[in-house]
């Protein structure tokens, strides 16, 4: 009992370790995001020109989630691994080959057909649209969609490149690969854009949507080397027959529609943002992007590392390690994202008056962005949770259970979507918050079918920590409602400075607060994180807590 105590505690401080190395590499890809969104509001706003260019990105990126980094990815990782740890790595490599030709043809085959059926795509999202926009802002969108569907060839083979390295153990470079998609799109799209037309009108954005695919390249070729090192060998091989890759295809059907519910919702809600009127869609994209900064930063990094380790555990039957893994990942979650969902709830127009303040955002538009991601804050744990919960039934080979969950999610979506701003006529917020509500749906079914599934893991192992951690969130939730009272009212008309600086130290110390109170009240996951940290910083090394046995 006391080895198996301790070989918790190990596999605690190694998921830490490795969580904070994905942590650091995908907040700096984050970071890169966010300044290109800072990019295109100061360029564009959210003006009907910003509402083309992001809905005719949401076409081939809801196709990355469909067929890359959502169904294509999770059900290659679950196999891959297996593969690797059953039949070794000669075999795992020979799969990987397999899949990488495959993915080469199809993706080709649907960027093709993506092109040539753009039109009445487009037309389908803009058949909710106001009179805003009209057959010119019709065409742009057909024509920048255009340009940017290649994009999704280029991300499906970095994702699997990606698949192979997370299951070598390797974390860094895969998750810093997003980073030069955002160079990318930032240098390469600007430097297009500009000579283009230097007034950065219309003409310009074909310019940032060739910067997509500049980015997508980018973050494909910079994880060759790592992949070199581990021993690949890339080579042509369309023996598609091959059991392996049967298996990633019967996988990938059910999570093309389970892993990538929420952003076909999005999708339908950018559909319905287009009758909100001039500006609708760009702030909910906006406002989604801050929303995914924590997400990136630890629902996906915790899963990133959670899903290798779940898939090994599930070799030849549920093994006794399954829910403990399941668990930390959860509890993990939940101590990193639920100040996130606080902060970015009661914190929001300071925010993004800090972020976006400038160029063509005016106050209206500020107003615009921050009121949806005040709702997009209510789902943000529970849109995290999901991203540790779903790939556990791909390990165990549940897929049809989030598969028709997702159908529930998405049928309820358009529903509530369609109540809100075709009947009560509310605006995009109301999107937003149906995001919200979708994600509570989803983690609670996902979480009792689960419970119903696998031995060891109760609502009591979720609750104890949770319970913890909401008392540590509302302390500092009072705190940001003092500060947003007394301090913080007339942040947007601060210049830059004075909101980083002021706004900086707000978090800092609520943050802290949270962290201390959760110390306190004796998470266990946050000890183990504080004692990884201070164990590396001599002068404080005896203050680290030692592990639980």
Same mark, same amino acid.
């Given at each position: 009992?006391?080895?198996?105590?301790?070989?918790?505690?190990?596999?605690?401080? !190694?998921?830490?370790?490795?969580?904070?190395?994905?942590?650091?590499?995908?907040? +700096?890809?984050?970071?890169?995001?966010?300044?290109?969104?800072?990019?295109?509001?100061?360029?564009?706003?959210?003006?009907?020109?910003?509402?083309?260019?992001?809905?005719?990105?949401?076409?081939?990126?809801?196709?990355?989630?469909?067929?890359?980094?959502?169904?294509?990815?999770?059900?290659?990782?679950?196999?891959?691994?297996?593969?690797?740890?059953?039949?070794?790595?000669?075999?795992?490599?020979?799969?990987?080959?397999?899949?990488?030709?495959?993915?080469?043809?199809?993706?080709?085959?649907?960027?093709?057909?993506?092109?040539?059926?753009?039109?009445?795509?487009?037309?389908?999202?803009?058949?909710?649209?106001?009179?805003?926009?009209?057959?010119?802002?019709?065409?742009?969108?057909?024509? *920048?969609?255009?340009?940017?569907?290649?994009?999704?060839?280029?991300?499906?083979?970095?994702?699997?490149?990606?698949?192979? +390295?997370?299951?070598?153990?390797?974390?860094?470079?895969?998750?810093?690969?997003?980073?030069?998609?955002? *160079?990318?799109?930032?240098?390469?799209?600007?430097?297009?854009?500009?000579?283009?037309?230097?007034?950065?009108?219309? !003409?310009?954005?074909?310019?940032?949507?060739?910067?997509?695919?500049?980015?997508? +390249?980018?973050?494909?070729?910079?994880?060759?080397?790592?992949?070199?090192?581990?021993?690949?060998?890339?080579?042509?091989?369309?023996?598609?027959?091959?059991?392996?890759? !049967?298996?990633? +295809?019967?996988?990938?059907?059910?999570?093309?529609?389970?892993?990538?519910?929420?952003?076909?919702?999005?999708?339908?809600?950018?559909?319905?943002?287009?009758?909100?009127?001039?500006?609708?869609?760009?702030?909910?994209?906006?406002?989604?992007?801050?929303?995914?900064?924590?997400?990136?930063?630890?629902?996906?990094?915790?899963?990133?590392?959670?899903?290798?380790?779940?898939?090994?555990?599930?070799?030849?039957?549920?093994?006794?390690?399954?829910?403990?893994?399941?668990?930390?990942?959860?509890?993990?979650?939940?101590?990193?994202?639920?100040?996130?969902?606080?902060?970015?709830?009661?914190?929001?127009?300071?925010?993004?008056?800090?972020?976006?303040?400038?160029?063509?955002?005016?106050?209206?538009?500020?107003?615009?962005?921050?009121?949806?991601?005040?709702?997009?804050?209510?789902?943000?744990?529970?849109?995290?949770?999901?991203?540790?919960?779903?790939?556990?039934?791909?390990?165990?080979?549940?897929?049809?259970?989030?598969?028709?969950?997702?159908?529930?999610?998405?049928?309820?979506?358009?529903?509530?979507?369609?109540?809100?701003?075709?009947?009560?006529?509310?605006?995009?917020?109301?999107?937003?918050?149906?995001?919200?509500?979708?994600?509570?749906?989803?983690?609670?079914?996902?979480?009792?079918?689960?419970?119903?599934?696998?031995?060891?893991?109760?609502?009591?192992?979720?609750?104890?920590?949770?319970?913890?951690?909401?008392?540590?969130?509302?302390?500092?939730?009072?705190?940001?409602?003092?500060?947003?009272?007394?301090?913080?009212?007339?942040?947007?008309?601060?210049?830059?400075?004075?909101?980083?600086?002021?706004?900086?130290?707000?978090?800092?110390?609520?943050?802290?607060?949270?962290?201390?109170?959760?110390?306190?009240?004796?998470?266990?996951?946050?000890?183990?994180?504080?004692?990884?940290?201070?164990?590396?910083?001599?002068?404080?090394?005896?203050?680290?807590?030692?592990?639980?046995?």
């Amino acid at each position: 009992m006391a080895e198996e105590n301790v070989s918790a505690a190990d596999e605690n401080r !190694k998921a830490a370790k490795a969580t904070g190395k994905i942590g650091i590499a995908v907040m +700096l890809s984050r970071i890169l995001g966010l300044i290109r969104d800072i990019f295109m509001v100061r360029l564009y706003g959210t003006s009907l020109l910003a509402d083309c260019f992001n809905l005719a990105f949401k076409i081939p990126n809801l196709l990355r989630d469909l067929f890359a980094e959502g169904a294509l990815s999770q059900a290659f990782v679950t196999t891959f691994s297996k593969r690797l740890k059953e039949q070794g790595e000669v075999s795992a490599w020979t799969l990987a080959n397999r899949v990488l030709s495959l993915a080469v043809v199809f993706m080709s085959g649907v960027t093709i057909l993506g092109v040539l059926l753009a039109p009445w795509i487009v037309d389908l999202i803009l058949s909710f649209a106001d009179q805003s926009f009209g057959q010119n802002e019709r065409d742009l969108i057909v024509r *920048l969609a255009r340009i940017m569907y290649p994009f999704i060839l280029l991300v499906s083979l970095s994702a699997l490149v990606m698949g192979m +390295l997370n299951a070598k153990q390797i974390f860094g470079m895969p998750a810093l690969a997003s980073c030069f998609f955002n *160079l990318g799109c930032i240098i390469g799209g600007g430097a297009l854009g500009y000579w283009l037309d230097p007034q950065w009108g219309e !003409k310009s954005l074909i310019g940032i949507s060739g910067g997509v695919l500049i980015g997508g +390249l980018g973050q494909l070729v910079v994880q060759f080397p790592s992949l070199w090192r581990v021993g690949f060998r890339p080579r042509w091989d369309s023996l598609w027959s091959d059991t392996g890759v !049967k298996k990633i +295809l019967s996988l990938m059907g059910p999570a093309m529609i389970a892993a990538s519910a929420v952003q076909v919702n999005v999708m339908v809600n950018a559909m319905f943002a287009t009758s909100t009127g001039e500006g609708g869609v760009s702030a909910l994209n906006y406002a989604f992007r801050l929303m995914q900064l924590p997400i990136g930063m630890f629902g996906v990094a915790v899963a990133t590392v959670t899903l290798p380790a779940l898939s090994r555990a599930a070799v030849g039957g549920i093994s006794k390690e399954f829910s403990p893994t399941l668990s930390r990942g959860i509890n993990l979650v939940t101590i990193l994202v639920l100040p996130c969902a606080v902060g970015l709830t009661l914190l929001a127009t300071p925010l993004v008056a800090m972020i976006f303040k400038g160029g063509d955002l005016d106050h209206q538009s500020t107003v615009m962005i921050s009121g949806a991601l005040q709702c997009y804050g209510y789902g943000l744990l529970f849109y995290s949770w999901i991203k540790i919960v779903q790939p556990a039934f791909y390990a165990i080979d549940k897929r049809w259970v989030p598969m028709v969950i997702s159908f529930i999610a998405m049928a309820l979506n358009f529903c509530l979507n369609w109540y809100f701003v075709k009947v009560l006529h509310w605006g995009h917020e109301s999107l937003a918050l149906t995001t919200s509500v979708l994600a509570v749906v989803n983690f609670t079914m996902l979480y009792v079918m689960l419970h119903r599934l696998v031995g060891g893991l109760s609502f009591a192992s979720l609750g104890n920590t949770f319970w913890r951690c909401a008392v540590a969130a509302f302390v500092m939730g009072e705190l940001c409602w003092v500060a947003n009272r007394y301090i913080l009212q007339a942040i947007t008309s601060w210049p830059f400075l004075g909101r980083l600086a002021i706004l900086g130290v707000v978090i800092a110390i609520v943050a802290m607060v949270y962290f201390f109170l959760c110390y306190v009240l004796g998470v266990r996951e946050m000890r183990d994180c504080m004692g990884l940290v201070l164990r590396r910083i001599p002068f404080l090394k005896r203050f680290a807590p030692r592990a639980e046995k």
